[in-house]
């Protein structure tokens, strides 16, 4: 395993810009607001010597609201796994009495920390490691982590407190542990996060009965069955005219991406309320995406026989347009139905990766075109001559021939539907890509001979004396 070392401090200290400064990424949400990271965000910092495993926490404040009590156990388990813990304070703001409380937090502990006086660009810096060196941390200093200025001051001083990694290819199997990406996504207050948690086993995110919990997307490794996965919490999406906050605006840019990252997304909906306008709006996302689907309906343990009847009545009736796609009802809260919901997620992703052939894709074109032939374009029709493999995730199929261009959508879902039957492609949408050879005369005009324009000349003559 890579040594970890985490980021601790209160709120709107900078540790979501310190994490993305190095880690080089943009994986963390920032926002100048208290509070925006409730749950352990990890991340390879790589810009070292020895690379090593940072998280990044939310923030201490000391008060015991629901979800603060619930940050702060989120925060103790980072710090439990620790090898080195990082203590950010501001530089702006000066040392606060909960910054002693958080320091003797981690002393208590026994491991090195480090102290990170942040947002110290355009001030004395001199001025303000004196005012924190009361605080008694030898191992102190400035750092401006949205310029990431004095970062090679702060990386030299953690490489050495550094455990020794146990296994040299430490570093290579984390970056192959990542397996099938799967996102949760869903409305605010469906069950993902609990989902989550239950999936691990632990309570690896915050669950709250309060909407909007998660903020932002928490990339989770789970293993299963000798299978790997990587599980995307992501924030819950309402409608556009809802969203106010600039923050819930880039909590919605974030899910968007890690519907673009994932391979499998699992649309979750609550099954007592049914299949709303934003669940819709969620899966013709994940379309235009071309990725994997699961619809997944949860909170079904609450419902009696008759609201159960009436949501499968209304999911079969509004999920037609995506009946390839597996739905599975289970409890979240209660962990019935999860092997299901596995199982499809498998399916899905085996789907999604399926490699085709050339000469299968234009026999089974052949037995399609054989069976239904494509209706008349301008009383001509199509033809269809051979299909070749466009890519994956989704499958993708283009097929060659003339007056492609005018073919019926009705005829291209029948090949799509054709496709899916032969080779059992469930939980995938399927891209067919129709391609027609150019025609080498178009733009050419025939220019005629001296002899060709006499026959021409004596024909009118004959045409108009007839």
Same mark, same amino acid.
């Given at each position: 395993?890579?040594?970890?070392? #985490? ?9 979501? @810009? ?18 925006? %990271? ?21 923030? !201490? ?9 619930? %940050? ?19 530089? /702006? ?19 090195? *920390? ?25 191992? @102190? ?49 469906? =069950? ?45 999406? /309402? ?17 968007? $991406? ?7 997304? #699992? ?6 309320? =049914? *299949?709303?306008? $934003? ?30 009847? /009436?949501?499968?009545?209304? !999911? ?45 894709? %234009? ?64 939980? %995938? ?5 129709? /391609? ?16 060709? $324009? ?10 108009? =004396?007839?």
């Amino acid at each position: 395993m890579l040594p970890v070392v #985490a980021l601790v401090g209160r709120p709107n200290v900078g540790k979501s @810009t310190l994490f993305n400064a190095l880690t080089r990424s943009r994986d963390a949400l920032v926002a100048d607001l208290p509070g925006v %990271t409730r749950d352990r965000h990890y991340g390879v910092c790589r810009l070292g010597a020895r690379p090593f495993v940072l998280v990044d926490t939310g923030g !201490l404040s000391g008060a015991r609201v629901d979800i603060d009590e619930l %940050t702060e156990k989120q925060v103790q388990r980072a710090i439990e796994e620790a090898g080195i813990c990082v203590l950010l304070v501001d530089a /702006r703001e000066g040392l606060l009495p909960q910054d002693r409380v958080i320091l003797d937090r981690l002393r208590r502990t026994g491991k090195p *920390v480090l102290l990170a006086v942040n947002k110290t660009d355009g001030i004395d810096a001199q001025a303000a490691l004196a005012e924190f060196a009361s605080l008694g941390v030898a191992a @102190t200093f400035a750092i401006a982590a949205a310029h990431a200025r004095g970062l090679d001051a702060l990386l030299a001083a953690t490489l050495p407190l550094l455990p020794p990694d146990a296994d040299e290819g430490a570093l290579a199997e984390h970056d192959e542990a990542g397996g099938t990406r799967v996102a949760i996504v869903g409305r605010p207050n469906v =069950g993902k996060s609990t989902l989550v948690n239950r999936l691990l086993g632990e309570e690896r995110v915050v669950v709250s009965d309060i909407a909007g919990t998660t903020r932002d997307s928490i990339h989770v490794p789970l293993e299963r069955d000798g299978k790997r996965y990587t599980l995307i919490d992501t924030a819950g999406v /309402r409608r556009r005219g809802r969203v106010e906050d600039a923050l819930e605006k880039f909590s919605v840019i974030k899910t968007l $991406q890690s519907i673009a990252a994932a391979e499998v997304v #699992a649309v979750m909906l609550d099954a007592g309320e =049914g *299949v709303t306008d $934003q669940d819709l709006a969620l899966i013709g996302q994940v379309l235009d995406a071309g990725r994997a689907l699961v619809i997944v309906a949860n909170k079904w343990d609450g419902l009696e026989q008759y609201d159960r009847e /009436r949501c499968k009545a209304g !999911l079969e009736r509004k999920l037609d347009f995506v009946a390839w796609a597996r739905v599975v009802f289970l409890s979240a809260k209660h962990g019935s139905g999860l092997r299901e919901l596995m199982r499809a997620i498998d399916r899905a992703g085996v789907a999604a990766s399926r490699e085709l052939g050339t000469s299968d894709l %234009t026999r089974a074109l052949e037995k399609a075109v054989a069976a239904h032939q494509p209706p008349l374009v301008r009383g001509h029709s199509p033809k269809l001559r051979f299909a070749h493999p466009g890519g994956d995730h989704p499958p993708t199929i283009v097929i060659h021939g003339s007056r492609t261009k005018h073919i019926a959508d009705s005829y291209r879902r029948y090949l799509e539907n054709f496709f899916r039957k032969r080779y059992k492609l469930e939980g %995938t949408p399927i891209r067919i890509e129709f /391609r027609e050879g150019e025609n080498p005369y178009a733009g050419k005009r025939n220019v005629l001979t001296e002899s060709q $324009q006499r026959k021409r000349r004596r024909m009118m003559r004959h045409v108009r =004396g007839r």
